[in-house]
């Protein structure tokens, strides 16, 4: 059988590490011994693949979910999910959840004193297109406090989830926003060793997907793994599922 | 090589809110064939805790040993309505479990076969990035030969494989200790 090239590793200092003692959470939960190296085999480079059709209308309309408008500034959260060869990503599944414009979110163990907003979920999801663009439509979220230390505040942020082609690209980040005063105060954003890799977690304003009169648009990139060498032809041959 | 991969970011507390529309605990649907089993288990950080809030994604290739994937280049038989993928949370108790079947076996790097197992990806507030570890099977002569169980320390190797349930057929344990004392394999891929 031919081989089939696995996916890259990860760029050192890129990726945070298990231990991050500055974020509390981490140090009763991540591992102490090293991780175990393991070459990719065809467990690691398949993966979850889903209808393009799993994705309707107001899945990645997050404005548009209950009968009335939620609080808070509209905004397009948009971009183009790509591998590290710059190729796209088509027609994979990207997640995304968020606190509502008050900072609070839908979820029973939130117990921030802040207004829940009875027209807004917080949760959404998109297939990327042949280009591997996504686009949501969706409010900015609030700052909130979190229990990490004293007088600690999570920045504005929009937490991601995408698989990608394989079980070894899966991908969960969070996306912030450009000029917001708490980012640099933030123990999970600072996770990251690489400032350039840290600071590229940062949407960016984006007159060309802003509507007028409507929302403001907000761009956010996503990488996931690409293939280790050139990439075997691509799957012209039918699925047979 | 251009781009560098996005740097990954926990999933949080609040993860339900976009993860609880895909929950899937049972990955077959009648007609599948392969041996059911219904796969239980907790999850515990270092103090041997349970954690309330975590994610288990499961990919698995069907009892043929086929991937539902474009990549797996072998000609073996796809089945309609197995997926192989699942996605299932931890309660109160740091429990999950999901329903699927024992897996075939599919090719390693060295061209051998590997024993079955499902790949797993855990997630929970408090980890930056995912875990990657595997789901073996108990009584399974393959295991002695399978190239990932090698590269694991002899002493640790039964963190990886779930156990029988005394006198309930169908049915196995597998638990995840995150820290400390019984830490379960975790791979870098």
């Known amino acids: 059988m031919k081989k089939i090239p696995g996916y890259r590793r990860y760029v050192p200092g890129t990726q945070p590490p298990h231990l991050h003692p500055p974020y509390v959470s981490s140090i009763k939960r991540a591992p102490l011994q090293p991780l175990v190296a393991l070459p990719h085999t065809l467990s690691e480079i398949t993966g979850p693949l889903f209808e393009r059709d799993i994705a309707d209308v107001k899945a990645c309309d997050l404005t548009r979910q209950h009968s009335g408008e939620p609080l808070g500034e509209r905004i397009i959260v948009s971009g183009r999910v790509l591998d590290e060869n710059s190729r796209p990503v088509p027609h994979t599944l990207v997640e995304i959840w968020q606190a509502n414009a008050a900072g609070r979110y839908l979820h029973n163990i939130d117990q921030h004193h802040a207004p829940l907003d009875p027209n807004f979920t917080g949760s959404g999801h998109a297939v990327t297109d042949s280009e591997g663009r996504y686009r949501f439509v969706t409010i900015r979220p609030g700052e909130y406090p979190w229990g990490n230390h004293h007088n600690a505040w999570r920045p504005a942020h929009i937490h991601f989830s995408l698989f990608g082609p394989a079980f070894a690209t899966r991908l969960v980040t969070q996306m912030y926003f450009q000029g917001d005063p708490l980012i640099p105060f933030d123990p999970i954003f600072n996770c990251t060793e690489d400032e350039k890799a840290r600071n590229r977690l940062i949407s960016q304003f984006d007159w060309e997907t802003t509507i007028p009169s409507q929302a403001l648009g907000y761009r956010f990139d996503i990488v996931l793994s690409g293939r280790e060498s050139t990439p075997m032809e691509t799957h012209a041959h039918g699925e047979k599922l | ?189």
């Open chain 2, 1 to 189: 090589m251009s781009l560098q991969t996005t740097t990954w970011q926990t999933v949080g507390p609040f993860f339900r809110i976009g993860f609880s529309w895909l929950y899937r605990d049972n990955l077959t649907e009648p007609g599948v064939s392969g041996e059911r089993l219904e796969i239980a288990g907790r999850i515990l950080d270092g103090d041997g805790k349970p954690v309330p809030d975590g994610i288990v994604e499961i990919w698995q290739a069907n009892s043929h040993g086929k991937y539902a994937h474009p990549d797996d280049p072998q000609e073996k038989p796809g089945e309609l309505g197995f997926t192989g993928y699942g996605r299932v949370p931890t309660d109160d108790a740091g429990s999950f479990h999901f329903t699927t079947i024992k897996p075939g076996r599919v090719p390693g790097p060295d061209g051998k076969l590997q024993a079955p197992h499902l790949a797993v990806s855990v997630f929970t507030r408090g980890l930056l990035r995912r875990l990657v570890t595997r789901i073996y099977f108990p009584e399974e002569p393959s295991n002695a030969e399978d190239f990932a169980l090698k590269l694991v320390e002899p002493g640790r190797r039964e963190t990886l494989i779930a156990k029988r349930i005394e006198g309930r057929t169908g049915e196995l344990e597998w638990n995840v200790k995150l820290q400390g004392e019984g830490e379960a394999v975790f791979f870098d891929i």
